[in-house]
């Protein structure tokens, strides 16, 4: 009798303590963080676990991967990181858990058919919303014909002397560097904004590249006019209506990016540049948005731009925010906003401004 007691209590014991692990085999979908859509297909050969991860990133396969009672490890490699990730099973639900950049990220995945597909939207690149083709043609705009006066019923952003009329964005007073009569960036203290708020404007703006400007693309000579900026207003990072500030004289970069642009969205009809040592004139003509009493999208802002004498941009409808990466969206109604010069942040020398007014229509 001793002896079947002690061989009962040893197959009790193999059976709590070597019971199979729980089913992960099949398809998983969910969303993982706040905005992007996971996937996984596994395969399990005892503890051992095999199988594919979708990310808006792409997809590729697993590795280390492990299950132990009701939690799942295993490690994926991104741009050249390896990313370890953590997932307990709960009603047939999937816990999912991994770290990246510092930063915890969550979700749950659900088990989905097996000839259900598993569709993850990729996630936008910059690159996905440039193109270098067709490019605009050359026009010599001519030699820089002098600077125009503001007239009489101009609101005058910098007459030379101050930046009083702007500001750094967290309301501190401007930073940028001011000699004879023109201000160049000061790389590092971040853009500059107006202290006032402009609707529907005619704007003039003189801006010169370093004559021994160097970089490539981007890289060089890179600033934006802000035509709105209602980052802070609308409490949404990157929110604005950009015509593009770059040298792009003998320098190639993707056409809806380089000088006279509406950011990402319309490349200028010709390139009117002069070049690096000489000053370039816009003259932009803005008419803001309007919206609906509900918020929707009335009719689009409109812009024409005029580069050293030559229409750049002809009464151009804009689609929304010019965002580096993404499509533009009018995101929420908005009134009169600020001007903003960007401190792009690229390594090349710092460009100039200068003769800046604007007449409000």
């Known amino acids: 009798m001793k002896n079947k007691i002690i061989l009962f209590a040893l197959l009790l014991y193999s059976l709590t303590s070597f019971s199979a692990p729980p089913d ?19 395969k399990t ?25 009701n939690t799942l490890t295993f490690s994926y490699a991104v741009n050249g990181k390896t990313i370890p990730y953590t997932g307990t099973l709960a009603d047939n639900k999937l816990e999912l858990s991994f770290a990246y950049e510092g930063e915890e990220i969550k979700g749950t995945l ?7 597909p598993i569709r993850i939207t ?60 023109s201000f160049t960036v000061v790389k590092g203290t971040g853009d500059i904004t107006t202290q006032q708020k402009f609707g529907d404007y005619q704007l003039h703006i003189e801006w010169k590249i370093p004559v021994d400007i160097q970089g490539q693309s981007q890289a060089r000579g890179n600033s934006g006019i802000f035509l709105q900026d209602l980052s802070d207003d609308l409490k949404i990072p990157g929110y604005w209506y950009e015509v593009q500030v770059l040298d792009n004289y003998n320098s190639a970069t993707y056409v809806n ?31 803001e ?54 401190d792009h942040g690229d390594p090349s020398k710092a460009i100039s401004f200068r003769n800046i007014w604007l007449r409000e229509l």
């Open 45 to 69: 050969d005892g503890s051992k676990v095999t199988g594919t991860l979708y990310t808006p990133d792409g997809e590729g396969p697993i590795s280390n991967g492990k299950i132990s009672k």
């Open 257 to 287: 990016g380089q000088a006279g642009s509406i950011y990402k969205q319309n490349p200028p009809l010709v390139n009117a540049m002069r070049k690096p040592g000489e000053w370039n004139v816009y003259d932009i003509t803005y008419t």
């Open 110 to 116: 659900s088990r989905i058919g097996t000839d259900q």
């Open 24 to 42: 992960l085999n099949g398809r998983w979908l969910g969303r993982v963080g706040d905005e992007f859509d996971f996937g996984l297909a596994l």
């Open 122 to 181: 990729p996630r936008m690149r910059p690159q996905m919303s440039e193109y270098w083709e067709p490019v605009p043609k050359i026009v010599d705009p001519g030699p820089y014909p002098g600077m125009v006066t503001p007239p009489s019923d101009a609101v005058v952003l910098f007459d030379g002397k101050d930046l009083s009329k702007w500001k750094s964005r967290d309301g501190s007073g401007a930073k940028w560097k001011i000699e004879d009569g």
């Open 289 to 342: 948005p309007r919206f609906n009493e509900n918020g929707t999208l009335f009719s689009p802002a409109r812009v024409t731009v005029i580069h050293n004498g030559i229409v750049v941009q002809n009464n151009f409808a804009i689609r929304g925010h010019t965002a580096y990466i993404g499509h533009p969206y009018y995101y929420k109604a908005h009134g009169k906003g600020p001007i903003s010069l960007q």
